[in-house]
């Protein structure tokens, strides 16, 4: 079973920056980022094309609520995906998990529907705390 193990998370405070990553036990067509706090649904907050053709390899999807604030980037020859986030608000506060999918990111609905449930994987979780 594929793998994938998140670090990175902690409490900061409010406007300071943060950088989650996750490292996955193999290569995955798509990976990003989710969060939940408590009492609120599950968002999608970035994803990537870390496999693909040309034309997806590196391409990037993000929440408007994190958009402009929040970059996803990868180190492919390590299975790796980060998660930098700047001027974090409390708001901000949940935990965060990372997530692959092996057929790819469905052109950024992937970040409302979550990985293929039969074949997609998902970290453990990574609990961020903003401060006001």
């Known amino acids: 079973q594929v793998r994938l193990v998140e670090s990175g998370g902690g409490s900061v405070p409010e406007g300071s920056s943060l950088t989650l990553s996750c490292v996955a036990s193999e290569s995955m067509a798509c990976m990003g980022w989710f969060r939940q706090a408590p009492g609120k649904e599950r968002e999608g907050l970035a994803a990537?094309?870390?496999?693909?053709?040309?034309?997806?390899?590196?391409?990037?999807y993000y929440a408007d609520s994190v958009k402009g604030r929040f970059n996803i980037s990868q180190d492919n020859a390590k299975n790796t995906v980060h998660l930098q986030m700047n001027s974090v608000k409390p708001d901000d506060t949940a935990m965060y998990y990372c997530?692959?999918?092996?057929?790819?990111?469905?052109?950024?609905?992937?970040?409302?529907?979550?990985?293929?449930?039969?074949?997609?994987?998902w970290g453990q979780g990574t609990q961020v705390n903003v401060s006001g």
């Open positions: 990537i094309y870390t496999g693909g053709g040309r034309e997806f390899y590196g391409r990037t």
């Open positions: 997530a692959a999918d092996p057929l790819g990111c469905y052109g950024g609905d992937w970040l409302g529907l979550g990985p293929t449930p039969s074949h997609g994987y």
